[in-house]
């Protein structure tokens, strides 16, 4: 039973352009939810997180939104790179504190 | 500032020997986490340990394995014995346990190969 689910497994981008990155959940007591990125042969990298008491964060060239009553929550990368090319992770946490689920990950590539 | 070390970060064995995976924490986390990445399943949590002591192991997955964390800077985890099926790359992360809300750092990895 997957609790939090990237039903894209790859995503394909061209430069310059818009990267959306998009994450579903159903436990309901998530209520803080954060993105990794990770490169082949290194380990997740933090990105971005959002708190639930929020519907919009923004860092830079990355933003996530949530949207709480569709228990859903994407990433856009504004302009992509083609440094940004990696696997990206949507995790969840929620009254158990520092538990972490993640979704299976969607491969992002940005074409040059 | 070091962030956290996994060794080895290869290991090929064959079934039935004992395997250990060794993590440093980045320093002053409290919280430190294993991590199993396999096609099949992604990335599940296998044990959490906040401030030396394990908080959830409902993610072993049998009883050939074991993780212990005997001081704030090292941790290990331990099969034995191995099996093919126990194939993956593991991580280990950390984060400031007793800080809500704060992100996990995660090492390199383990990459396990059990022939």
């Known amino acids: 039973d997957q609790q939090v689910k990237q039903n894209s497994p790859s995503l394909s981008v061209q430069e310059g352009r818009i990267s959306i990155l998009n994450c579903d959940y159903t436990?309901?007591?998530?209520?803080?939810f954060l993105w990794y990125k990770k490169y082949p042969a290194e380990g997740p990298t933090f990105l971005i997180s959002?708190?639930?008491?929020?519907d919009k964060n923004e860092d830079g060239r990355f933003t996530v939104f949530l949207n709480k009553s569709a228990k859903h929550l994407s990433l856009h990368i504004v302009p992509s790179q083609p440094g940004d090319s990696a696997v990206y992770f949507c995790?969840?946490?929620?009254?158990?504190?520092?538990?972490?689920?993640f979704g299976g990950g969607t491969r992002l590539m940005v074409k040059p | 500032d070091a962030g956290v070390i996994q060794s080895p970060r290869h290991e090929v064995t064959e079934m039935g020997q004992e395997v250990t995976l060794r993590c440093k924490p980045i320093?002053?986390?409290?919280?430190l986490f294993w991590y199993r990445q396999t096609m099949m399943r992604g990335l599940e949590l296998l044990i959490y340990?906040?401030?030396?002591?394990?908080?959830?192991d409902s993610g072993m997955p049998e009883d050939r394995f074991s993780a212990k964390m005997p001081n704030a800077s090292f941790s290990t985890l331990k099969i034995q014995p191995s099996e093919p099926r126990d194939s993956a790359v593991y991580f280990c992360?950390?984060?400031?346990?007793?800080?809500?809300?704060?992100?996990?750092?995660f090492g390199d990895g383990t990459r396990l190969s059990i022939l």
């Open positions: 992360a950390s984060s400031l346990g007793d800080v809500s809300n704060q992100p996990q750092h």
């Open positions: 436990n309901s007591m998530f209520d803080y």
């Open positions: 340990f906040n401030n030396n002591v394990p908080i959830d």
């Open positions: 320093s002053g986390h409290n919280s």
């Open positions: 959002i708190s639930s008491i929020k």
């Open positions: 995790a969840a946490t929620g009254n158990a504190g520092n538990m972490l689920t």
